[in-house]
């Protein structure tokens, strides 16, 4: 019963590299979300997917990209890595995007930029 | 900007006292719900509260929720180890989580 995967569960890039985030459900859900959690300040959503084919911007989505690659997964790339984006990022879905409907999370990526 | 405020930030208590921690904001929630994560793992659902002034209880753990939609409070009663972690709360009208209250158990 996998749930959500994340790879990689760990990474250190250099400023200025390039990397790509994964992230796949089996639970045969619409929505899935991206956030990013540093200390002090919760989860912060990046992008979000609302259903296959649609991606929207959440609280921080600069330096980010997404995609929606079919109804399983979602990606996170950074095109050009910053120390601010240190981070650990988790992705979650939801059967929709609704008041009553539990995130399901995986367990994080841990991303570390020099 | 933090639209959910959580109080307080740490909380360090004994196995068996209670404990409370808050969430509030200046506008009303159309619900609210409230996760739990361990180190190392992602958060996990606990309860969504919908109505104004809705109690919901699991196990030893009490959530309120404000008559006005505006607070929502989580109790823990006679606190065990394993309740250790942080608490988040999360609007889905915001799409947002609050800043989140690390409780730390000790025995």
């Known amino acids: 019963n996998a749930g959500v995967t994340q790879t990689p569960k760990f990474q250190v890039l250099k400023t200025g590299q390039s990397m790509t985030l994964q992230c796949a459900q089996d639970m045969n859900h619409n929505s899935m979300y991206w956030y990013r959690q540093d200390p002090g300040m919760g989860l912060r959503l990046i992008y979000y997917s609302a259903s296959e084919g649609t991606t929207d911007k959440g609280e921080v989505p600069n330096g980010y990209n997404v995609s929606r690659l079919n109804k399983r997964e979602f990606s996170l790339r950074l095109e050009s890595a910053a120390p601010s984006q240190t981070s650990v990022y988790f992705c979650?879905?939801?059967?929709?995007?609704?008041?009553?409907?539990?995130?399901?999370f995986g367990d994080g990526t841990r991303l570390s930029i020099l | 900007t933090q639209l959910l405020e959580q109080s307080p930030q740490f909380l360090s208590i004994q196995e068996g006292e209670n404990l409370t921690v808050y969430c509030n904001s200046s506008s009303v929630f159309s619900s609210l719900q409230w996760y739990r994560q361990e180190p190392g793992e992602g958060p996990v659902l606990l309860v969504t509260?919908?109505?104004?002034?809705e109690v919901k209880k699991l196990k030893r753990l009490t959530f309120q929720f404000g008559d006005a939609r505006k607070d929502s409070s989580l109790h823990i009663t006679a606190a065990q180890p394993g309740d250790t972690g942080l608490y988040l709360c999360y609007s889905w009208g915001k799409l947002q989580f609050g800043a989140g209250t690390q409780v730390v158990v000790t025995p």
């Open positions: 979650a879905s939801s059967e929709y995007p609704g008041s009553n409907q539990p995130q399901h």
């Open positions: 509260v919908v109505t104004g002034g």
